[in-house]
Structure formats: C-alpha cells, structure tokens
C-alpha cells in the first residue's frame, strides 16, 4: 500500500505555479483573531480553465505539541467558469489559536496532482 505522502509535491512558490502561497501574520496574540489566506498562482499564474484548474485547496494547523492537525478549512472550486469568466483559486479563512503551529496547506490540480506548503505562526 502506498503512502498519499509520496504524491505531494512542493517547491518554492516564486517558482512553481502550483504550490499553495499562504498568507498569514508574523506574530498575533493568543485568542486573537488571525487572519490566513491561501492562494495557487501568485508569481505565475496558474492557468485557470475548464481544462486545466485547481479543484480544491484545504488548509489545516497543528499546534505545536498536539498529535493531529487540526482542519481550518476545506474549499472547493466546482464551478470552473464558463465563456471568457473564470474563477482564481484564492481564499480567506478565520480562525483563533492559544498557542504556536504551522499552519499547512494542500491544493489539487487536475492535471498536476497534489502540492503542499506550510508556514509557522507565532502565537505570543
């Protein structure tokens, strides 16, 4: 049985249109409100069309210490547009947090496969 780690792909998202840009504060109180954004595409675009799109993007956080990530949210791109509109692969998401983590992103593209980023979040 194989693994669905083996199928993640990374790599520096200055270079790679695929990987999950996140968007997060260097540093937030506990309790605070914070604020990330996760995006596909952000120094090269990626080529958003019914033949070719991101599907999902899935964000979690693990605080440090805990056994599991935590899922923050799970958002689907189901209407890949129609004619010249289409959809960009961006979202916001809330949420609040008593102590530090990573946060970990997750994107699919249809044509591209899976790809992963991550990002520490201080919590002071």
Same mark, same amino acid.
């Given at each position: ?18 990987? #999950? /840009?996140?968007?997060? #504060?260097?540093?937030?109180?506990? +309790? %605070? ?15 958003? &069309?019914? %033949? ?6 899935? /964000?979690?956080?693990? #605080?440090? +210490?805990?056994?599991?990530?935590? %899922? /923050?949210? !799970?958002?689907?791109? !189901? =209407?890949? +547009?129609?004619?010249? /509109?289409?959809? %960009?692969?961006?979202? @916001? &998401?809330?949420?609040? =947090? +008593?102590? !530090?983590?990573? @946060?970990? &992103? ?11 980023? !991550? =990002?520490?979040? @201080?919590?002071?």
């Amino acid at each position: 049985m194989q693994s669905l780690g083996k199928f993640l792909q990374s790599g520096d998202w200055k270079g790679e249109k695929h990987v #999950p /840009v996140i968007h997060i #504060p260097e540093k937030v109180k506990a +309790g %605070e409100e914070i604020e990330i954004k996760v995006l596909v595409g952000e120094e090269i675009s990626h080529p958003n &069309t019914l %033949e070719h799109h991101i599907s999902w993007i899935k /964000v979690f956080f693990h #605080p440090e +210490g805990a056994k599991f990530p935590i %899922e /923050v949210g !799970s958002f689907n791109f !189901s =209407a890949h +547009g129609e004619g010249e /509109v289409f959809n %960009e692969p961006v979202v @916001v &998401t809330k949420m609040r =947090a +008593g102590k !530090s983590g990573t @946060v970990h &992103t997750m994107s699919y593209c249809n044509i591209h496969g899976l790809w992963e980023n !991550s =990002a520490n979040l @201080v919590i002071e």
